[in-house]
């Protein structure tokens, strides 16, 4: 059984920064397919970002790229964000999530690929 606990989440102001931490027990980390997933109440959960098992590969939501970054550290079994350039739409619930499941190109972006899931940690951004 896999238990994931994100952290670092807070209040920031438009065009700032934080970074985001997900801790993972149980299972294989380094087997795992990572992601980061984030929900505004009355909207479904989107994607927001993923990462390979082994950290080579990464893809984006087209509204985050270039201002998010996905990273993991397999010995610490830890996933991180970091989030920079924040903005007012960028405010939710963000949840980490990881699968055993293999995806095109090792790295797994649909909600359904996943079957262990954080609390999330709320990001709030003021304008």
């Known amino acids: 059984q896999v238990q994931l606990v994100e952290s670092g989440g807070g209040l920031v102001r438009t065009g700032g920064s934080l970074r985001l931490a997900c801790v993972a027990s149980g299972g294989t980390f380094s087997w795992y397919s990572m992601a980061w997933f984030r929900q505004v109440p009355g909207k479904e959960r989107e994607f927001a970002a993923g990462?390979?098992?082994?950290?080579?590969?990464?893809k984006y939501a087209d509204s985050v790229k270039d201002r998010f970054t996905i990273s993991r550290d397999n010995a610490e079994r830890t996933l991180y964000l970091q989030l920079n350039s924040l903005k007012p739409e960028d405010a939710a619930v963000y949840y980490c999530a990881s699968t055993a499941r293999y995806c095109a190109g090792n790295v797994c972006v649909r909600q359904t690929d996943f079957g262990y899931w954080g609390q999330g940690t709320q990001v709030t951004v003021s304008s």
């Open positions: 990462i390979s098992p082994d950290g080579d590969k990464t």
